[in-house]
């Protein structure tokens, strides 16, 4: 007669164990390794350790999926801070980036909550941070500062907010921004014809986001040529 199977005694023993030990992590520091049945099992922090009420002694039976959802947003967690440490980043940026190198989508929200709860996240000081960067080192004008700031899913009014108040700040103008960016460029150009010239100074000015206006203005400042609006027009790329 075949024998029926039981469920309970052909089932696959729960996955689990006693907890051993708990010592300081040697690659990971400031973190910790869950020693089971004298093996490391997870890595976790002492928040979570403190919150799970894990100690040599308890088990860890039923809680192993718990225990590895932590473990792997903590490794999601870890892996933000260290992009941060490389460079400041917006909430939404840093999100898509953590996603992009193979991070569940929903451990890097948790992520980024947590980094914006503690503070090392802060859309409205990125922003600050990167216009006054870029309108000094790049030499982006607002509409290209408003775009890159779109990009990296920082809200519109931050970003104005944060290009008004530097640009009062610094006391920056377009125009004489623009005309110094000209002037500059000018020097590389030596050699090239008139037409050319103003076609290639008006392509860089405009790829930076500034307005026809303000780039027929600096060409006309960096070259000592004055052009009439059918010049002007004449400039702008095809």
Not at 47 to 57: N, S
Not at 170 to 187: M, P
Request: hydrophobic share 40%; glycine share 8%.
């Amino acid at each position: 007669m075949r024998r029926r199977p039981n469920v309970e005694q052909d089932a696959p023993p729960p996955a689990g164990g006693t907890i051993t030990g708990i010592v300081a992590s040697p690659r990971a520091p400031g973190r910790f390794t869950v020693m089971v049945d004298g093996k490391a099992a997870h890595t976790l922090g002492l928040a979570a350790i403190e919150r799970l009420g894990l100690c040599v002694g308890a088990t860890t039976f039923g809680r192993e999926e718990l225990l590895a959802r932590e473990e792997a947003a903590l490794r999601t967690y870890d892996r933000a801070v260290m992009m941060l440490a490389a460079r400041g980043r917006a909430a939404k940026d840093l999100e898509r980036q953590l996603v992009r190198k193979g991070e569940p989508l929903e451990f890097a929200r948790l992520a980024v909550e947590r980094l914006v709860a503690e503070g090392f996240v802060d859309d409205e000081s990125y922003a600050r941070s990167f216009v006054r960067s870029k309108s000094a080192g790049a030499g982006l004008a607002r509409f290209r500062l408003k775009q890159e700031l779109g990009r990296q899913g920082v809200e519109r009014a931050v970003a104005d907010e944060a290009i008004a108040e530097v640009f009062e700040e610094e006391s920056i103008d377009e125009v004489a921004t623009a005309t110094a960016l000209a002037a500059k460029r000018v020097r590389t150009l030596r050699g090239v014809d008139p037409q050319s010239q103003r076609r290639r100074l008006y392509s860089f000015l405009a790829r930076r986001g500034y307005s026809p206006p303000v780039i027929v203005a600096a060409i006309e400042t960096a070259t000592g040529d004055s052009t009439d609006g059918e010049q002007a027009g004449d400039t702008q790329p095809d």
